[in-house]
């Protein structure tokens, strides 16, 4: 089955900009979402189609997707964007949805 | 405004069974994918299974294939997961998703809160 590695944590201090990565045997031929979720909250989608993004998220957000490795970067981080992040694809390979394992942002 | 309310949670023994749902509304909801994923306590997200708008097409996670069934029923706007032959690692927080967008593969976009699925004797 398709696997999707992310580092368990990630640090970085107020106003710098947060690079969090998902890895993936030729992740870069599928979409990649992201998803932001706070402690005792749904999660909520922060980027699809590997760089786009919904309705009312900040353009702090970005999303890029390349060979093995998808990223999702948040410039000028605020204390408020302290969550953990999934990365999410389709595997085409066995009709099922998979996430990784999830990454938490700590905001310094 | 999309709303997804799930229901039906509960404390089942092993080897039990119980049927979960999900009331949408705010969309038309005969259009979309929708998706069940679940999350064990303190542990990160798990994909578990997917259904086509019209429900024709239902896909599954290795871990539930056999156990867990996918329905729904476009007339009350509900989606539904039977989960059979229930074991203690099926304990977790259920949510219920719609897809983004009208393909069966794509992620979902907005997510219920969740209803409670406890697996123990």
């Known amino acids: 089955s398709y696997v999707l590695t992310q580092p368990p944590s990630v640090s970085v201090a107020p106003g710098k900009t947060a690079t969090i990565i998902c890895g993936g045997n030729n992740i870069g031929s599928k979409n990649v979402q992201w998803y932001q979720q706070k402690p005792g909250q749904a999660p909520v989608l922060v980027i699809y189609d590997d760089s786009d993004r919904p309705s009312g998220i900040p353009e702090r957000f970005s999303g890029s997707d390349s060979g093995n490795t998808a990223t999702l970067t948040i410039t000028r981080v605020e204390a408020g964007d302290e969550a953990d992040y999934y990365c999410?694809?389709?595997?085409?390979?066995?009709?099922?949805?998979?996430f990784g394992g999830g990454t938490k942002l700590t905001v310094l | 405004e999309v709303q997804l309310l799930e229901s039906g949670g509960d404390l089942v023994q092993p080897g039990g069974s119980l049927r979960i749902s999900c009331a949408a509304s705010?969309?038309?909801?005969?259009?979309?994918?929708m998706s069940w994923v679940r999350q064990a306590p303190g542990k990160g997200l798990e994909w578990v299974s997917g259904i086509s708008g019209p429900g024709y097409s239902t896909y599954y996670a290795d871990s539930v294939r056999g156990r867990f069934t996918i329905s729904r029923d476009n007339s009350k706007n509900t989606l539904y997961l039977q989960i059979n032959s229930l074991r203690a690692e099926d304990t977790a927080l259920y949510y219920c998703?719609?897809?983004?967008?009208?393909?069966?593969?794509?992620?979902?976009?907005?997510w219920g809160q969740g209803t409670l699925v406890t697996v123990s004797s």
């Open positions: 999410q694809v389709w595997d085409s390979s066995t009709d099922s949805g998979v």
């Open positions: 998703a719609k897809v983004r967008g009208y393909y069966d593969t794509g992620g979902p976009d907005y």
């Open positions: 705010g969309f038309t909801f005969s259009s979309y994918p």
